[in-house]
Nanobody, 125 residues
Framework: QVQLVESGGGLVQAGGSLRLSCAAS????????MGWFRQTPGKEREFVAA????????YYPDSVKGRCTISRDNTKNTGYLQMNSLKPEDTAVYYC??????????????????WGQGTQVTVSS
């Protein structure tokens, strides 16, 4: 089992920045691909970013590419999502996920073995 706890969400004005953190405990976090997803009420969960276990591979959809950076520190069992130039449409609950699949498969399937409880990000216009 891997337990994931997100933090760092909040209210920010459009154009601002936030850094989300995902603290992992349990089984060895460094063995898993880590991803971030987001969801708003009435919509499907949306993939935001993913990073391989080593940090050597990342992937972003066009909706956030250039504005978001995913990273991880395996010595601290923590992953991060730096979000810049935030837009009101980025408002959502953001979830951290960990999975044994590759970055590409995590993006394609949108499913993961482990999920955090989510952190709310609200971007005001």
């Amino acid at each position: 089992q891997v337990q994931l706890v997100e933090s760092g969400g909040g209210l920010v004005q459009a154009g601002g920045s936030l850094r989300l953190s995902c603290a992992a405990s349990g089984r060895t976090f460094s063995r898993y691909t880590m991803g971030w997803f987001r969801q708003t009420p009435g919509k499907e969960r949306e993939f935001v970013a993913a990073i391989s276990w080593s940090g050597g591979s990342t992937y972003y959809p066009d909706s956030v590419k250039g504005r978001c950076t995913i990273s991880r520190d395996n010595t601290k069992n923590t992953g991060y999502l730096q979000m810049n130039s935030l837009k009101p449409e980025d408002t959502a609950v953001y979830y951290c996920a960990a999975d044994s699949k590759t970055v590409t498969l995590l993006y394609i399937t949108g499913s993961a073995d482990y999920w955090g409880q989510g952190t709310q990000v609200t971007v005001s216009s």
